[in-house]
């Protein structure tokens, strides 16, 4: 290398642009060179201390090596963004030949073909650089191989030694997994917060030696307060406990910072509007190697509806409680295992036990007498099937009526049940004081028949006989009377006629007190003939259908009994119906078991209350004429259609016989 000893060294400056060989290499003849490597300056200047070297050469290569094994992309551009220097990791991870990349404009490469707005981004971003204005950020880039390759990319100025500004550093850090975790991070914080939000959960930490507590946004909301309003410290955590429930916070929060053990606690807290709200918290605590609590997180979740829920169901089964021990029924609740698990005093009362201690025994093991006994049988019913079952029935071992109401459920049987000892034996003395009444009745009702036959046989041999003997004296009479005296013979007419009706009436009623025609033709004769009488004195059209054969198992009482029942409807009708029709049907009914009289008429129809009404002294007769003979009544009437009055009395197997 030639030099001139009076001139200053002349210095020939190379810059190694990407990928070139090593500079030794291309500007010394192979067969005259000979290399000699220095690890480091001080090296170096060692040996130029012992020989002399033709050629001293910088070699970056082990730096360039260095870069070359970074995953990060580090690049230089000129101030207008072209490409003169990059490592191999672009190159790389794109697939491109440096020839493709170096002398080109970095974002005219393919890896910002996918989003102009990002190409725009990164101009700017070296453009900014180049006047002397660092910046980082991130961005995204094609992959050659598809799909998007998130990256945080800085670009800073390169100087020269006066300070210009000569080139533009790029390096870029391949951070897609981090942005996707990132990006999954969010999401996972969104959905948190989210079902927080629908859950009423929050969580916190507290820094035990900072005194800092960080609540998250649901467990704000849950104390009805914003962020502004929380000083953030135990204290002011505290100051927001119902004060009922202060101690108790600050004992649980005491043992769990001495124990360094988890904690599940309750407490209320008022919020700034007055409202109370119920949390349930559970905690953990954080230990250093020591183990010394140095945090506490945890949760809390708004179980306020529960907890009124809970209150409001206490109170009920308070009330309950207090209404099953008013109640003048004996009250017990099974289990499936029949057991006891409610005995109400009154209950306790009917067994001769203490209730309480009846709680938890089984029925049958305190009550073995039981066993096989109605009640026991009903409850197993129930039980099976699941159905309400209600019964009166006699208890043996007891000597006593009870009257059970039985309700079962899957967890068991709830049953209401009464004494009704007492009630029985009323309801029995008022059936026989009925039977008697009813007894007296018939003995009252056979003395006014037989009084009637007294009183009619009278008037037909008495006074009829008298009556026809008197019409025969005055029938003789007239035939002496003088010829010419008119007003005489009207007078004894008018006798005549008087003395006519009254046999006719005498006649009517001695048939009336005692239907003969009932006696000689039967039942059916009786009643057209009670039906002429009808339709002669009230106007009314009676149809009548009894022409069948009265079968010969209906008694004579029973059959009186029917034509009374008659007289006595007819006479409703004449006094109460406004009718103008009256059906009467007599035949047996479908099964023979029955004789059937119906009397229908087309008035205005009884109602509800006139049946119901006590003073419906006819209605009670004809119930009770036909509950003597054995057989019933119905009366039914249609507003506007009529009533309709149905007798019965039963057909015995036998012949019938007064």
């Not at 509806?305 to 099953?324: C, D, F, K, N, Y």
């Not at 079962?408 to 000892?421: E, V």
């Not at 309801?427 to 003995?443: G, I, M, N, V």
């Not at 009207?490 to 009623?509: F, H, N, P, S, Y």
Request: glycine share 8%.
């Amino acid at each position: 290398m030639a030099s001139n000893s009076e001139a200053g060294p002349e210095v020939l400056v190379v810059e190694i642009q990407a990928h070139d060989r090593p500079l030794a290499s291309d500007l010394l003849p192979a067969q005259r060179r000979e290399v000699v490597r220095a690890r480091s300056v001080e090296e170096a200047r060692a040996r130029l201390a012992e020989r002399k070297f033709d050629l001293v050469v910088a070699d970056d290569s082990r730096l360039r090596a260095i870069l070359d094994g970074l995953f990060a992309v580090v690049g230089v551009f000129t101030p207008e963004g072209v490409i003169v220097d990059t490592n191999r990791a672009p190159l790389v991870e794109s697939g491109l030949e440096p020839s493709a990349v170096l002398g080109h404009k970095f974002v005219d490469l393919p890896w910002f073909s996918h989003a102009p707005a990002e190409r725009e981004r990164v101009a700017a971003a070296i453009g900014r650089a180049a006047r002397g204005e660092g910046t980082r950020f991130e961005t995204n880039i094609l992959r050659t191989r598809g799909g998007v390759m998130y990256v945080d990319a800085a670009f800073a100025p390169l100087r020269a030694a006066d300070g210009t500004i000569t080139h533009v550093l790029g390096s870029g850090v391949d951070v897609t997994a981090r942005h996707y975790a990132e990006e999954e991070l969010a999401h996972s914080r969104a959905r948190l917060a989210e079902a927080q939000r629908f859950a009423h959960v929050g969580s916190w930490e507290w820094e035990v030696g900072s005194d800092r507590v960080d609540w998250s946004d649901e467990l704000y909301a849950v104390y009805g307060i914003e962020r502004p309003q929380f000083d953030g410290t135990y204290k002011g955590f505290l100051a927001r406990v119902h004060p009922d429930d202060r101690d108790s916070t600050i004992s649980v929060v005491r043992d769990a910072l001495e124990t360094c053990s988890a904690f599940i606690y309750d407490h209320r807290v008022l919020r700034p509007n007055g409202d109370v709200r119920m949390l349930h918290t559970r905690g953990q605590v954080v230990t250093d190697e020591a183990r010394r609590a140095v945090r506490l997180v945890g949760s809390c979740w708004d179980v306020t509806e529960r907890w009124l829920a809970t209150q409001a169901l206490e109170r009920s089964e308070a009330e309950l409680h207090a209404i099953l021990e008013r109640v003048s029924d004996g009250f017990v609740a099974l289990d499936r295992e029949w057991r006891y698990t409610y005995v109400n005093n009154c209950a306790g009362k009917m067994f001769n036990r203490d209730a309480a201690s009846l709680v938890g025994k089984h029925i049958w093991t305190e009550f073995p007498d039981g066993v096989g006994q109605p009640f026991h049988l009903a409850y197993e019913r129930a039980a099976a099937t699941q159905k309400p079952v209600q019964l009166r029935d006699y208890y043996v071992p007891w000597n006593r009526w009870f009257e059970n109401r039985i309700y079962p459920s899957p967890d068991g049987l709830t049953i209401f049940f009464t004494d009704i000892t007492e009630q029985m034996q009323a309801e029995e003395d008022l059936r026989a004081s009925r039977e008697q009444l009813r007894a007296l009745a018939a003995r009252l009702d056979a003395i006014r028949e037989e009084e009637r036959r007294t009183i009619s046989r009278e008037i037909h041999d008495r006074i009829g006989q008298d009556l026809t003997a008197l019409a025969l004296d005055f029938a003789w009479l007239r035939t002496r009377l003088p010829e010419g005296d008119a007003e005489a013979r009207e007078r004894t007419e008018q006798m005549r006629r008087l003395i006519d009706g009254t046999l006719a009436t005498a006649r009517r009623v001695a048939a009336e007190l005692r239907p003969v025609l009932l006696e000689d033709l039967g039942l059916g004769e009786a009643i057209a003939w009670q039906a002429r009488e009808f339709e002669k004195r009230t106007g009314i059209v009676c149809s009548v259908d009894a022409a069948a054969q009265v079968p010969s198992g209906v008694p004579s009482a029973a059959q009186l009994t029917l034509y009374r029942i008659l007289q006595e409807a007819l006479t409703n009708v004449a006094r109460h119906a406004g009718a103008r029709l009256v059906s009467i049907h007599l035949a047996p009914s479908g099964d023979g078991k029955h004789l059937v009289l119906s009397i229908q008429d087309d008035g205005r129809g009884i109602t509800e209350q006139e049946l119901a009404r006590r003073t419906s002294l006819g209605l009670l007769g004809m119930h009770e004429r036909a509950l003597v003979v054995g057989g019933d009544v119905a009366v039914r009437g249609v507003a506007g259609s009529g009533t309709r009055v149905t007798a019965r009395v039963p057909i015995l197997s036998g012949p019938g016989s007064d």
